[in-house]
């Protein structure tokens, strides 16, 4: 079965502030500042409703409409807004994962990002912002970090970001930002566009010796942490 993601396809050109082409004005303010956090069984049900709009509750969701996973994540939302230290797309990243990135977007642009599918799941800036579920996707993708390696465990994390990055000869924060995937693709000898497309993806799996399928999972994962293992550590 196909689906159709229940928001507007993004401007071109833009990389931060729309999931549903809702611009974004600033960080979200509630309540003179603060968001509520309800409890973790209560934003796991809204982002389940959500899902289950979006994309019939598939959270590896890839009908190649140009979004991806169960929130249905244009690529230049998802990586604007962090997604690229969990996975190159929404589908290869976890449910946790998913929800965390969506939750950013939910904080700046509030539950319009999701016009159709926030109303008929009643979605919230507070129900749909948890206490855990960020450290907890966040937890999971810093795992890959000791004495100085890099663990090779397919999680593309903080560390791992950080291993690119030290890499291609970028600033080490551990985020994947633009200016570090054009070096990346500087040191691939592809086309510096700062996104990771599908022709980035297959030349650095040709270089760490993985499968060249174009799709970044676990496997390529696991051979760029060996491979940086080998040339950075």
């Known amino acids: 079965m196909s689906y159709s993601p229940k928001h507007a396809q993004p401007k071109a050109g833009i990389t931060r502030g729309r999931v549903a082409g809702v611009a974004v004005a600033g960080a979200a303010t509630v309540a003179g500042g603060l968001l509520v956090a309800p409890s973790s069984a209560n934003a796991a049900t809204v982002w389940d409703r959500v899902a289950a709009c979006e994309s019939g509750g598939n959270w590896r969701i890839n009908t190649g409409n140009g979004f991806y996973?169960?929130?249905?994540?244009?690529?230049?939302?998802?990586?604007?807004?962090?997604?690229?230290?969990?996975?190159?797309?929404?589908?290869?990243?976890?449910?946790a994962q998913q929800i965390a990135i969506a939750q950013k977007v939910l904080q700046a642009q509030g539950p319009g990002a999701w016009p159709?599918?926030?109303?008929?799941?009643?979605?919230?800036?507070?129900?749909?912002?948890?206490?855990g579920t960020t450290a907890t996707a966040s937890r999971s993708a810093t795992r890959t970090y000791t004495a100085g390696r890099l663990v090779v465990d397919g999680v593309r994390g903080p560390a791992t970001n950080r291993g690119i990055e030290k890499w291609v000869g970028t600033y080490q924060n551990g985020v994947l930002g633009t200016s570090d995937i054009r070096a990346l693709q500087r040191k691939l000898g592809v086309a510096q566009t700062g996104y990771l497309n599908t022709t980035t993806v297959k030349a650095l799996q040709r270089r760490v010796g993985s499968s060249a399928d174009g799709i970044w999972g676990p496997n390529t994962t696991r051979a760029l942490q060996s491979y940086l293992n080998r040339v950075v550590y």
């Open 69 to 95: 996973g169960g929130l249905q994540f244009h690529p230049r939302t998802w990586l604007g807004y962090g997604g690229g230290r969990y996975a190159a797309y929404a589908h290869q990243a976890t449910k």
């Open 116 to 131: 159709v599918c926030s109303r008929r799941a009643g979605l919230t800036r507070s129900n749909g912002m948890v206490g």
